[in-house]
């Protein structure tokens, strides 16, 4: 069950007052979205990333938010122990938005996407690498001078 939350995760929920959703179990409401999958630590942290869509939150009654459309956030959901006895007491759950990050990474994909596709096609013999040497761009002109097939080079086995 929720506990506390601090402002800043109120507003990035678009939810009103902490006494709105104190008691709500945040991680069975995440669960229903079916966005994300939710994994409770052990000992250690767990990374979480999800997409939250309000409008589905609200058509649900799953938690009172005031937003609408969808964000994508990404945290940690850390155990929490009892100073006491040492056994499990809760969870910490750190979140914040990463939705400019995800659409970037969608952008970068399809421009990749897209220059690949281009350079497919070219007659010119051309390839691209990365930073780290991986080929990334190899189009079907390089086949005749290098006698590598386009589908090795794609498969990882051309170096």
């Not at 109120?10 to 966005?35: H, K, P, S, T, Y």
């Not at 996407?113 to 761009?137: E, N, Q, S, Y």
Request: proline share 5%; hydrophobic share 40%.
């Amino acid at each position: 069950m929720l506990l506390h939350v601090n402002r800043t995760c109120l507003e990035l929920f678009g939810i009103a007052r902490l006494d709105d959703v104190r008691g709500i179990n945040l991680l069975q409401a995440c669960r229903a979205l079916g966005n994300c999958e939710v994994q409770l630590p052990g000992d250690a942290a767990t990374p979480l990333e999800c997409r939250i869509d309000f409008d589905q939150i609200r058509s649900r009654d799953l938690l009172p938010t005031a937003r609408a459309g969808s964000i994508h956030i990404g945290g940690v959901i850390s155990l929490l122990r009892s100073p006491d006895s040492g056994s499990p007491d809760g969870y910490l759950i750190q979140v914040h938005d990463i939705t400019s990050r995800v659409l970037a990474e969608g952008a970068l994909q399809e421009s990749c996407d897209r220059l690949a596709g281009i350079a497919r096609h070219l007659p010119d013999a051309m390839f691209a690498i990365d930073r780290k040497g991986v080929v990334t761009t190899w189009n079907l002109a390089m086949e005749d001078p290098t006698g590598i097939p386009t589908a090795v080079i794609r498969d990882g086995h051309g170096g």
